[in-house]
């Protein structure tokens, strides 16, 4: 019994820590975006008054409303049509096994290893030729069928009852069917994790924008962000500010996700 | 007869759902790849270039920064990958555990990290890690250090602050992956285990453990890729350069500088990139195959 | 269920809505896109240099764009070059002068040669050198990065010293200018970045002296300048002189906080310093130390950028009759530049005026302008060559065992070789 709750407290322990550890760098950029940044570079840690100034600088420095838009566009139209796309494929290679898919599954996975900076000037030439540079096509296309979430749709899969398959099989569902009432209800919580993956990875996709992106008015918050950064005299509570600003889709969507994963703890399939 | 058309039927479900991504994998994959392979066949600098064999494979052998870059991002694969899957699987069992206060609060905290975006991230890091950062000040306040460590200006502490960085950012969104597989499972398997008297450490070792086993091996071959693809904490917190002294410069980096920053040097920043592809192809094979025999034993 | 499915249909109507909106925003007629990477500094003079003319010749327009650091602008450029496309470039970009050679030697054709048409010998000559290849220039030099040795003088005072006693000094005597500083202020001299090899190419350039030869060769082991500025590298750090930064926040960090003594760093790091308006009168400029060598003089340089037009503009014409009438021709814009930002431009001509014999309260009066003006023309000219940036890499990479003593004719060795390397 003494171990038992000795046990527990050195899990809340470790875990407080590790929560403190996380947070803190997310804290200090809050407390950041409130102070000026002369008070920023002396290494101020407490709560200062300069947030408003801040913002306002930031407001009439970058176009926010434009800038949020095209981050958002891009990010969301990303998402689902990677979530749509690669998890069809994760199913289609787990449930459908065939010699030859297997191959081209391994060979995938190598392909996942390339450095994209290796690929990034043939597929300019690409959407150069195809005069869709400076478009929200050419940031989102290159992504959506990702091998990765592929990969990570595939590894789930494997956790799927087979029996709940072939019960659906016998009640005459076809296969696209049964991927849609049966698998996806199911892999709700594989759904939800893949989302804020793929979301984030979007939002946060820096090198192929910034190549295939010309114009000041189509560029994304991450853009924009780094391009303040390395300003000779950088502000850095407006930046703070900026990056408060473009960290919240982020945690929202974790935020409204992560119940997905609670839902599923009870056991409870609604 | 009825056997076989219900092969066939299986053959052209199999090949629908894939489909899709296979377009678009061929589409936007295909052709830069066989371009940068043909590329890694080609010498020369900016627009001129010539056919010239083996030679940037020769030239990879006596070129000391392909080797101190090869040598690092070894150095972090081997070190880092370890220390985050464990850590994120600890944690993740620690969460799912139903009578555990304040769950959602440790899982959004310790998830927080890596959906923060790079730049905020990297300014923060860059200013814990400074002379008189906090990291400093608090090793200092803690008798650990007598002075300050000069992070990015000694090779030895510049890794181990890249190592630190990379788990502080990464453990969280491993930890999603367990968390996400033990929804998954069927509880009532634990509840078995536990009733039948079976202690937590065995419940872990022979329940949880093979059964995240396909999303350990998928963290774990993700992971691998990640570290020898490691560029943006690199690129950030050293200005590019990959410094003091070549200690954190990666293969990653030294492509986008062969690339982007030195006189243009396709070619051999191709060859580069295969040797990446290689090495996975390698690590992942190896991987599969520990897991494989893990699986037969 | 089917509620899942329609809002995917719905989003997916919404991708392809956003997809047929958004088409290539080609650049209007008239209009000359611009890109630069720092909004206050270089952003706003091409801006303030755009409305100049466009209030002459209302027809052409300027985009200026300032959403991407220098770094990412290099990316681009390269991998649009690279790629053979043009339709997403600029018409005019912004390249600092130690990298444009590359530019101008890998991909020929890709620049306008300007020097047909504008007059070069209005410029700096060092400017227009570094953008000469093959007989022609291909820029129109923006601003000076003439260096200067920025130190706060209350601490100077506070350690008995006058601002005479920092002029046409070697570095080692600043290095025993430092230590009586340090003893009584608790100052470090200055702070170095290990990464940053910022320092040594001053030291070396203020000799004459780059990492190559005339015909482009590698000149390492037997660069006597470069060799001297490793060693003086190497004292600060064995006098205990150096705060040691890592990256340009901690760096610029260093000196606007008053942690430092001293910053031996281009012009342009004015603004950043003067930001600090708590500072004013507190400091003072000199010219930057000259090493122990002959031929090395009391003045160089660090960055400074200029403007090249791309071959590909559809409005070159307009853009070059702009460089002319603007850039080349109108003194009363550099005056205006100077005091608005502190860029220090590159016509000879606009040093005869007002602003730049003006003296600076913030620099307790001094005239720092007319300092400048003085040591730009003492800065000797040196061939940046093509492979600036692998040397670069490779000398910081020596830079770790030299502070701690290392021996150098060793390390220039390895710099050599590792250069020899990289610039197969």
Redesign the interface.
Known sequence: MTWAVFRRAL?YV???I??????F??F??II?ATNTS?D????K?SIGGALLTNAATFFT?VDAPRIFFNSA?IA??GT??TL???S??G???E????RF?ER?FAL???????????????????F?QA???????AVI??T??S??I???FR??T???PRELRDAARIDGLS?WQI???VY????R??Y??AT??VF?AN??N??WP???L??????TI??????L??????D?GM??FG??L??LP??VI??VL?RR??E??L?AVK | MAQARLERK??I??????A??????GL??I???V??LWMSFQVGKGMNLSFGGFANIIRLTKDPVFLRALGNTFTFFIVQVPIMIV?ALL?AV???D?T?RFR??????????????????S???K??FAT???INQTLMALHLISGPISWFGDPFWAKVAIIIAIT?RWT??NM??Y???L???D?SIYEAARIDGVPAWARFRYLTIP?LK??I??TT??ST?GT??L?DEVYNFTAGTGGPSDSTVT??LY??NL??KFMPS?GY??TV?WV??L???VL?FLQFLVARDRRRA | ?NR??SR?NR??G??LA??SL????AASAGEISVWV?????NGDTMREAGEIYTKDHPDTTFNV????????IR??LQ??L????T??LPDIVLIQDDVAQKYLQSFPGAFEPLSDSVDMSVFAPYKVAAATFDGKSYSIPFDSGVTGLFYRSDYLEEAGFTPEDLENITWDRLIEIGQTIKEKTGHQLLDLDLNDTGLIRMMMQSAGEWYFNEDGSLNITDNAALKKALETYAKFYQADLVKPVSG??EY??AF??GEVAMVPVGV??T??IK??ADQSGKWGVAPIPRMDLEGSVNASNQGGSSWYLLSSSDNKEEAIDFFKTVWAGNEDFYQDILIKRGAVGSLLSAREGEAYKATDEFFGGQPVWQNFSTWLGQIPSVDYGTFTAEVDAAVASQLPGIIQGGDIDAALQAVSDQAQQQMQ
């Open positions: 899990v470790l875990l407080s590790a929560a403190f550890v996380s947070v760098p997310f200090w950029m950041g002369a920023i570079i002396r290494g840690t420095q566009f969301i139209v689902v049509l749509i796309i690669s069809l494929a199913y289609g290679f449930m459908f096994r065939s898919r081209i995938l996975l190598l392909l996942l290893s390339i450095p994209f900076a290796a690929m990034m000037v043939p597929l300019f030439v690409m150069s005069k869709l540079v400076n478009t929200y096509v296309a290159p959506v069928a091998i990765f592929i990969f990570y590894q789930a494997k956790a799927f296969e991927f849609l009432y996806l209800p199911v892999m919580s594989t939800a994790a804020i993956i984030m939002w946060n820096y090198l910034l190549i295939v010309q114009t000041a008015d189509n560029k991450t853009l924009i962000l780094s391009a950064t390395s300003a000779y005299t950088p850095y930046l703070l990056t408060v473009a960290t982020t945690l974790f935020f992560q994963f609670v599923g703890m056991g | 299986e053959q479900n199999g090949w629908a759902f894939v899709p991504a296979l377009v678009l994998l936007f994959m052709y830069p790849i371009w940068s850590l944690f620690a969460l799912n139903a555990l959602g609060l440790f899982r959004t905290a310790i998830f927080v990290p890596c959906v923060t975006s790079l730049i905020a991230y300014t923060v890091f200013s814990m008189d950062g906090i502080w969280g969104y999603i992956f968390l996400a597989a929804q998954n499972i509880r059964m396909p999303v091996l998928f071959v993700v890729i020898l693809q560029f293969l990653s492509i986008y690339t982007f396709f920043s191709a990139s990446i592809v090495v996975v192809a992942s | 269920m899942i499915v995917h989003l997916l919404v991708a956003g997809i958004v088409s290539v925003a990477w720092d909004k206050a500094f764009d300032d959403t991407a650091s220098q770094d990412d990316a681009k991998t649009q690279l790629a053979g496309s339709e997403g340009w926040a610029t960090g606007t906080s342009w790091i603004a950043t930001a600090n």
